[in-house]
């Protein structure tokens, strides 16, 4: 198996989405939970609010844009794809309800209004949550470094995303989603790219 999980093309199974799934609980869930306790924070602080409908198109556009960016990111792979169709559906359902809105909730949502409040400028904010976003894809999923760039420059995107849209979690979730699906599955129906069905 490949350390890098996207040109190396990672295997999904069940009891890998189990491990995932149990660490987002235990990482980007409890964090942000416990800081609302002990710190004061609350769910408005992270984002959770009401988008209008300006904000939704704004983010129907950045979205569009950074799928495509992905695509091409994606396109780089020398690698041939691994096309299950049943197994693609579920992980993408994992990445647009899962994958994507615990990394928002933790990254933008809780790790940049933390830096920003502590520090008092939101700058040091989006520095750090996007340097952490980008390390984390190599440290807990063995990404290569060429992946992990083009991760962090994904988080300082999705931070400026996030303050540009009015500080909205759901927003960035979406845009966040889009690209994780030009990455690892609709992506791969899209490309015109060597076929193979081993899962």
């Given at each position: 198996?490949?350390?890098?999980w996207i040109h190396g093309e990672k295997r999904i199974t069940w009891n890998w989405i189990i491990r995932d799934f149990s660490f987002r609980i235990v990482l980007y869930i409890l964090i942000p939970i416990l800081a609302m306790k002990f710190l004061g924070f609350t769910l408005k602080d992270?984002?959770?609010?009401?988008?209008?409908n300006l904000q939704w198109l704004m983010t129907i556009v950045l979205a569009v844009i950074t799928f495509i960016a992905c695509l091409f990111f994606r396109d780089t792979s020398k690698k041939p794809h691994h096309r299950k169709p049943i197994r693609d559906f579920w992980f993408s359902l994992y990445l647009v309800f899962i994958n994507s809105p615990t990394e928002e909730f933790f990254y933008r949502g809780f790790l940049l209004v933390f830096f920003d409040r502590f520090f008092g400028n939101p700058l040091i904010g989006v520095v750090a949550s996007s340097f952490l976003f980008g390390i984390q894809h190599t440290l807990f999923f063995g990404a290569s470094f060429?992946?992990?760039?083009?991760?962090t420059f994904g988080g300082f995107i999705l931070a400026f995303a996030y303050i540009f849209l009015g500080r909205c979690l759901i927003l960035v979730?979406?845009?966040?989603?889009?690209?994780?699906?030009?990455l690892f599955t609709?992506?791969?129906?899209?490309?015109?790219?060597p076929i193979t069905g081993r899962s």
């Amino acid at each position: 198996m490949s350390r890098d999980w996207i040109h190396g093309e990672k295997r999904i199974t069940w009891n890998w989405i189990i491990r995932d799934f149990s660490f987002r609980i235990v990482l980007y869930i409890l964090i942000p939970i416990l800081a609302m306790k002990f710190l004061g924070f609350t769910l408005k602080d992270f984002g959770l609010n009401q988008p209008t409908n300006l904000q939704w198109l704004m983010t129907i556009v950045l979205a569009v844009i950074t799928f495509i960016a992905c695509l091409f990111f994606r396109d780089t792979s020398k690698k041939p794809h691994h096309r299950k169709p049943i197994r693609d559906f579920w992980f993408s359902l994992y990445l647009v309800f899962i994958n994507s809105p615990t990394e928002e909730f933790f990254y933008r949502g809780f790790l940049l209004v933390f830096f920003d409040r502590f520090f008092g400028n939101p700058l040091i904010g989006v520095v750090a949550s996007s340097f952490l976003f980008g390390i984390q894809h190599t440290l807990f999923f063995g990404a290569s470094f060429r992946t992990v760039l083009f991760d962090t420059f994904g988080g300082f995107i999705l931070a400026f995303a996030y303050i540009f849209l009015g500080r909205c979690l759901i927003l960035v979730i979406v845009i966040h989603a889009t690209s994780n699906l030009a990455l690892f599955t609709v992506g791969k129906y899209i490309l015109k790219k060597p076929i193979t069905g081993r899962s």
